[in-house]
């Protein structure tokens, strides 16, 4: 069974600073990882994904993730963290070799101060 | 592309009567999903749709829920009768294909409480 997991509830930035919000997960074929945002009273927005190739996947609003297979993480990182940034991050994944449903991480709040 | 559209994006009722959510997916996409969020349980998969057909409902939590999608423009998810531990936000998304590595889109979601 796939799983993934997101071990901070909540993680603080002093604005400008570098952020990083963990991801790791559980799939029994080739994984395809995503990070979604949420915004208040909003739906989850689509932020960037992993399917095949470089490690390193850069997405909107200037976030990148890095895909490590051998520590099975998809850590989203930001290197100069803005107030605007603070919101909800969801990673979810979905195993590549079957046609699996997409399984969502519990979420993490990121909180930008200035 | 006005994007995925929910309604209501509100709804107060009382215990005991019928809920109906709307979803309208985004056109050309033909894998759909209802998601319940709440903040003990997280981002729970309720039911999906490929081609206006159930794929896997598992998620449903009880014979209360039923969902439908009669085209590929318009899904409903109904609950009858509905309970307090029924107050959540439902979101509906839909996607351009499920086998794919396509991402879901999201409605802004209906947020539901059950008096």
């Known amino acids: 069974a796939q799983s993934v997991a997101q071990p901070e509830d909540q993680v603080n930035v002093a604005e400008g600073n570098p952020l990083t919000v963990k991801c790791t997960y559980s799939v029994s074929g080739n994984p395809y990882l995503f990070w979604y945002v949420q915004y208040p009273n909003r739906g989850l927005q689509f932020l960037l994904k992993?399917?095949?190739?470089?490690?390193l996947v850069k997405g909107s609003y200037g976030f990148e993730a890095e895909f490590n297979k051998s520590q099975t993480s998809f850590h989203l990182k930001k290197p100069s963290a803005l107030v605007s940034d603070s919101a909800l991050y969801f990673c979810?994944?979905?195993?590549?070799?079957?046609?699996?449903?997409?399984?969502f991480g519990s979420g993490t709040r990121l909180s930008i101060r200035p | 592309d006005a994007g995925v559209i929910q309604s209501p994006r509100h709804e107060v009722t009382e215990m005991g009567q019928e809920v109906t959510l709307r979803c309208k997916p985004i056109?050309?996409?033909?894998?759909l999903f209802w998601y319940r969020q709440t903040m003990m349980r997280g981002l729970e998969l309720l039911i999906y749709f490929n081609n206006n057909v159930p794929i896997d409902d598992s998620g449903m939590p009880e014979d209360r829920f039923s969902a439908k999608m009669p085209n590929a423009s318009f899904s409903t998810l109904k609950i009858q009768p509905s309970e307090p531990r029924d107050s959540a936000v439902y979101f509906c998304?839909?996607?351009?294909?499920?086998?794919?590595?396509?991402?879901?889109?999201f409605g802004n979601g209906t947020r539901l409480t059950v008096t």
């Open positions: 998304a839909s996607s351009l294909r499920q086998g794919a590595n396509s991402p879901l889109h």
């Open positions: 056109s050309g996409h033909n894998s």
């Open positions: 992993y399917i095949t190739g470089d490690n």
């Open positions: 979810a994944v979905r195993d590549g070799s079957s046609a699996s449903k997409i399984i």
